[in-house]
């Protein structure tokens, strides 16, 4: 009853618009247009990446709409999104997996709270299986060496700007020659690779950064130039 009232009120005051009657997959559908227009962005303003809109549309055709999608989009409860992670754990899935699969339902509910097209947000306060994360492990020089000399040799350029440089899969995919500069000891990391869009912006405003070339690197990096690896714009292919 209270809710009701303060319901009400806000409907009066136009903070709270009434329910159009749609379905929750009826929301995810819209959502997921809006993200991959740009339109709709993740809570850093910035536009969702292929792939984590990808893993969103996986997370709810797989696990999320066949149980709530029929609903409407209004009268979903804490209790039922409850109800489907206690499912999904029971299905011995990973904590992971099912926080992942609740990501994508928490992004459209907070929208549609910011919007004022809801008064509640049925995604808050549920009871998350805890993620325990592994240490990270770290090679030392002596093992990194071991680890490229047992490579064919046309693929130790590769290996070692990975170890050396820290650049992720998707940075190394899409690394310019344009962007190493063997003289002046740094590479530039400006884009990543998306196997879907090909070129994007990095994964974070902080992906953007210049990286020191250790001497070791700018030997393999100049051994890989010497046989070839320059003719090409990317580094580490030809395409």
């Not at 696990?63 to 489907?84: E, H, I, N, T």
């Not at 020659?177 to 400006?190: A, H, K, T």
């Not at 690779?193 to 974070?204: H, N, V």
Request: aromatic letters at 6%; zero cysteines.
């Amino acid at each position: 009853k209270a809710w009701r009232q303060d319901a009400a009120g806000a409907l009066r005051a136009g903070t709270l618009r009434a329910s159009d009657g749609r379905t929750v997959a009826a929301m995810a559908d819209e959502w997921l247009a809006g993200a991959r227009s740009g339109v709709i962005r993740n809570r850093s303003g910035d536009p969702y990446k292929p792939a984590a809109l990808r893993a969103y549309e996986k997370a709810l055709r797989l696990r999320v709409l066949p149980a709530l999608g029929a609903r409407k989009f209004s009268q979903v409860q804490r209790v039922d999104v409850q109800d489907l992670v206690d499912r999904l754990l029971a299905q011995d899935l990973s904590p992971s997996t099912v926080q992942g699969s609740i990501l994508p339902l928490r992004a459209i509910y907070r929208r549609a709270v910011t919007r004022g097209d809801i008064a509640v947000n049925p995604t808050t306060g549920l009871l998350l299986p805890a993620i325990r994360g592994r240490r990270d492990r770290i090679v030392s020089p002596e093992q990194a060496r071991l680890l490229l000399a047992a490579l064919p040799e046309r693929e130790r350029p590769l290996w070692a700007t990975a170890l050396y440089a820290g650049l992720r899969r998707g940075e190394l995919q899409a690394l310019r020659w344009e962007d190493v500069d063997l003289d002046g000891g740094v590479i530039r990391v400006q884009r990543g690779w998306d196997p879907m869009e090909g070129e994007i912006a990095p994964k974070s405003a902080k992906g953007k950064r210049t990286v020191p070339i250790a001497g070791v690197l700018r030997d393999h990096l100049t051994d890989h130039w010497l046989r070839g690896g320059g003719a090409g714009v990317l580094v580490f292919g030809n395409g």
